[in-house]
């Protein structure tokens, strides 16, 4: 069954291949020389073989294609290891200001390290006359300690490193397509200023993808209430877009193949001024592939449309494959075509009444979409919107009638302004409304339900079932039906399944927080941290992907690299409870992260001072002590004051030690099975004595790039001589350490690293 649909298919089963082997070569198991051989000996078997073998010789070229391309592209380039770097370059997107932290954001292009991001402090009207095309001389420090998660995030869009400055030489650039591309730009966010008083905010984004300007409850609102998709501008944006124009140039009686040409031409303009968006260029070339096909007398086919758009923009860009929207985009697609066409053909043989067809139509397609775009939306979010089905039936609409009133309203602008504000009164109420219904849709009771991230293995067999329900691969009725009721019983019994089992776990999880610390308890179902890293921090998203409600978060000492990302947890998840030291007030504390403990107390947290030898009960077998808690630190010294904390699973334990220095290590240190090593393995910590008094059988290291020398090679000495396996999360990603009650513990990287 399925090879006859792979043979029947072959667009898609090309697809397919392509995506499975840059998958595989994500892992990076298999070097790009082999991938190339791969390449050479399929095709060449395709000239060779019989007429028979030549198609599978083809999927395996592109198998070998896709491991190629994505191996290739996710070599990243090597920073130089120095503190600092003159760079030349120029502005290549509009410049952000973020006012919280008193700098702006410039994405640089053409400079010794290509394109990079520069942190350029100084007030707004400093950086305001800043333009796209400028050229601009800076010093900057390196930002070595970039956690990798986000350093491959920046890499997808052609960054290759952060940096940070003062003070910058700019120079007024010349005429360049960028700077043309800016200014018009700016020309319609003006007149959206204009027509839209009450949503220009929401317009910007609609229309030009621009979400700099919404405030971030309503961001909030909008991804609670399952909306969010409209405030980015998608496949869906671009069909209304499409809908509209086409809808005029037919009622101009312009001939067929003149409107698809001027079609692609003003969809192209479009994705180019929205920013080449892997939704909006989907959203275009199916539109392009699809117009093609009718042109050439070939029946609508979505599956093949939207499979030969897959492979053009992978192989454009492989580093698509790992972009939220790119995978957002194309699931949803799959999902109404796999999921929503079934069951709508179905509902139109049972049901009668227009407008009834209509509001089930409606509701099976937002099905569609929402059960496809599942199990990327939980492995990304963490969690999903409960009444989204529901509400994108109202949602939808008024962005629909709402985005058609503002390009009306626009166009309409450019002959007389008058006109152009009266028609934009209605889109502008309509958008308002959507705003209105997305505050109150965000309040409402269980608006949220926080989800695990599936395995590979429940992945895939979710996509077998949704395939055997839809209509391509021709089964019985009575196996579509049975597939069909299958899938929300599948979505019920997984989570209900890991809930179960997460209730007799123990575990702590090491976080990949480059130069910062984090790490993730897991106590018998319940959730804590000790340590949230720096401001761009893995926990929110292992929060999030975890429950979404942490217990309560530890916090050893108040160092932006330990507490710095507090603010960014407290925005994503819920947080019941934080625990300080005693010496906490008496030390010096990043400014980052007093903000962030003010942030706390106004959200109504409760903030708890610990004592040396306090004991805070995690769960009903697991517990935390207090071992080391200084009231006061030599100097305000904040690392001498960090706080000493010791995990307790039956005769199991694991020490968290902060930054804490040699010369404040306490005596009759406990005897432990796991060591979080103190200060990223600085030599100035973890002293010989400290060791042969914890005895750890595991020592685990957070460390990331830095120009620090950390770990020190006298500590790696220090921790050989002593024994026990050593872990270091720059080496092997996070660190997962099981802990049994009776003294057995199990380690499982999620990088295994060849001695």
Not at 241 to 262: D, H, N, Q, T, Y
Not at 314 to 320: D, G, M, S, T, V
Request: contains cysteine.
């Amino acid at each position: 069954m399925l090879i006859k649909f792979l043979r029947c298919r072959s667009i898609t089963a090309l697809a397919m291949v392509l995506v499975l082997g840059m998958l595989i070569a994500r892992i990076g198991v298999i070097d790009r020389l082999i991938w190339l051989c791969i390449i050479l000996g399929a095709f060449a078997g395709t000239i060779f073989w019989r007429k028979a073998g030549r198609f599978a010789c083809l999927l395996i070229a592109f198998a070998g294609l896709g491991g190629f391309l994505m191996a290739s592209a996710q070599v990243m380039p090597e920073l130089p290891m120095q503190s600092e770097i003159t760079i030349h370059g120029c502005v290549a997107d509009e410049v952000v200001y973020q006012p919280e932290k008193e700098r702006a954001m410039i994405t640089v292009e053409g400079t010794e390290l290509g394109k990079v991001r520069l942190y350029l402090s100084g007030d707004e009207d400093e950086v305001a006359r800043l333009r796209v095309g400028d050229r601009i001389e800076s010093t900057a420090r390196i930002w070595l300690t970039v956690p990798e998660d986000v350093s491959r995030m920046l890499w997808r869009q052609g960054i290759s490193a952060c940096l940070f400055a003062s003070e910058a030489e700019t120079e007024s650039g010349s005429f360049s397509f960028g700077r043309v591309l800016s200014n018009v730009r700016g020309a319609i966010a003006g007149r959206i200023d204009l027509l839209f008083p009450r949503s220009a905010a929401l317009v910007k984004a609609l229309v030009l993808g621009d979400r700099t300007e919404l405030e971030d409850g309503q961001r909030t609102n909008f991804s609670r209430a399952g909306v969010a998709h409209l405030l980015a501008v998608s496949g869906l944006h671009v069909s209304l877009i499409a809908g509209m124009l086409e809808w005029i140039l037919r009622k101009l009686r312009i001939p067929g193949s003149i409107v698809f040409a001027v079609m692609l031409a003003a969809l192209g303009m479009y994705a180019v001024l929205v920013g080449m968006r892997a939704s909006v260029v989907r959203a275009v070339l199916m539109y392009a592939f699809s117009g093609f096909a009718r042109r050439m007398g070939r029946p609508r086919d979505g599956l093949a449309s939207m499979s030969a758009a897959a492979i053009v923009q992978l192989i454009a860009n492989p580093l698509w494959l790992m972009d939220a929207g790119f995978i957002l985009s194309y699931s949803a697609v799959a999902g109404i075509l796999m999921i929503s066409l079934p069951l709508t053909e179905g509902m139109k043989k049972r049901v009668r009444g227009k407008i009834l067809r209509g509001v089930l139509g409606s509701l099976l397609v937002s099905y569609g979409a929402v059960v496809g775009t599942l199990p990327g939306v939980v492995a990304i979010y963490g969690w999903v919107a409960s009444y989204s089905v529901l509400l994108n039936l109202i949602a939808i609409p008024l962005a629909t009638f709402g985005m058609y009133g503002c390009v009306a309203a626009l166009a309409a602008s450019l002959i007389s302004q008058t006109a152009g504000i009266v028609i934009g009164f209605v889109p502008d109420i309509l958008l308002k409304a959507l705003d209105m219904l997305a505050a109150w849709a965000a309040t409402l009771p269980g608006n949220a339900i926080s989800l695990r991230p599936w395995t590979v293995s429940y992945i895939i067999l979710f996509i077998m079932v949704v395939a055997i329900g839809s209509r391509y691969l021709h089964v019985s009725r009575k196996w579509t039906i049975a597939a069909i009721i299958l899938i929300p019983a599948m979505l019920v019994t997984y989570e209900a399944g890991i809930r179960i089992l997460s209730r007799t776990e123990v575990k702590i999880v090491f976080l990949d927080s480059g130069q910062a610390d984090s790490a993730a308890i897991h106590a018998q179902g319940k959730l804590y941290f000790v340590d949230v890293g720096n401001e761009v921090t893995p926990a929110d998203t292992y929060a999030a992907h975890n429950g979404g409600r942490i217990e309560a978060i530890f916090l050893s000492h108040p160092h932006s690299d330990h507490a710095g990302g507090l603010s960014s947890v407290l925005e994503s998840v819920d947080v019941q409870r934080i625990y300080i030291s005693s010496g906490w007030e008496t030390c010096s504390r990043d400014e980052v992260v007093d903000q962030a403990m003010e942030t706390a107390r106004t959200a109504g947290v409760e903030i708890v001072v610990l004592n040396e030898g306090d004991v805070i009960q995690l769960s009903e077998e697991v517990d935390m002590k207090v071992v080391a808690s200084k009231e006061f630190a030599l100097e305000g010294d904040a690392n001498e004051a960090s706080m000493v904390l010791q995990l307790r699973y039956g005769s199991t334990s694991a020490l968290f030690t902060g930054d804490l220095p040699i010369g404040s290590e306490m005596e009759d240190a406990p005897d432990i099975d796991i060591l979080k090593v103190a200060h990223h393995g600085s030599g100035s910590a973890t002293s010989m004595l400290f060791l042969y008094e914890t005895t750890p059988a595991v020592s685990v290291i957070s460390v990331g790039a830095n120009s620090y020398g950390h770990p020190a090679e006298k500590l790696l000495e220090r921790l050989e001589y002593a024994g026990g396996e050593v872990y270091r999360t720059d080496i092997h990603g996070d660190i997962e350490v099981s802990l049994l009650k009776d003294g057995y513990i199990s380690v499982e990287p999620e990088r295994e690293v060849n001695p």
